[in-house]
């Protein structure tokens, strides 16, 4: 597990804006105009690139040209594609920071050893980082706070969370 994923994505698009081929972009980078630093970023089957341009901001997304798309039709037809840098361009990280590719996949213990699920989502509304974990006897999806108290150890090269939950929020 130690390094990762290959490639992580960096943005999806969201959809044409006007009538030019411009489109809504939604960036996942902790600055989101970064996006556009991390050189061609290509979809999921690796099977188009685009170079990006910021041409400003929308509503809960950046605008942007990306070569090769000229008109609304081309813009709309790449909507919800996600887009992808190769690993070695992002920055390495302090040791107590991680992408939320690399926690994505790792099984959550409890500090006495016992398996709480998986990792299959990692959001954040504005108030910090939750962790989405599914499991057997698990109802619905965990949201589990990413803060030092609640997950005091990630070991990424074992493949592993420990967390220590608060009161409740398991069954």
């Known amino acids: ?3 990762g994923p290959e490639r992580v ?12 081929g411009e489109v809504r972009l939604k960036s996942f980078t902790a600055v989101p105009e970064d996006i556009a630093a991390y050189g061609p970023l290509e979809t999921e089957d690796g099977t188009r690139r685009f170079e990006i341009t910021l041409t400003g901001h929308a509503a ?14 081309a813009a709309d037809a790449l909507r919800g594609t996600r887009l992808y840098a190769p690993r ?13 590719a ?26 910090g980082d939750l962790l989405e974990i599914h499991g057997a006897g698990l109802t619905t999806p965990v949201l589990l706070p990413f803060t030092e108290t ?9 493949g592993r969370i420990v967390a220590d939950p608060p009161e409740g929020l398991f069954p």
């Open 60 to 73: 809960k997304a950046l605008t942007a040209r990306l070569d090769g798309v000229r008109d609304k039709t």
């Open 1 to 3: 597990m130690s390094g």
């Open 9 to 20: 994505c960096l943005g999806a698009v969201a959809g044409a804006y006007g009538v030019r």
């Open 150 to 158: 609640t997950v005091p150890t990630v070991d990424l090269d074992a």
């Open 102 to 127: 690399d926690l994505i996949g790792l099984d959550v213990h409890d500090t006495g050893g016992a398996r709480l699920g998986r990792v299959r989502a990692v959001h954040n509304h504005g108030a």
């Open 88 to 100: 070695d361009r992002l920055p390495a990280l302090p040791e107590d920071e991680f992408y939320h």
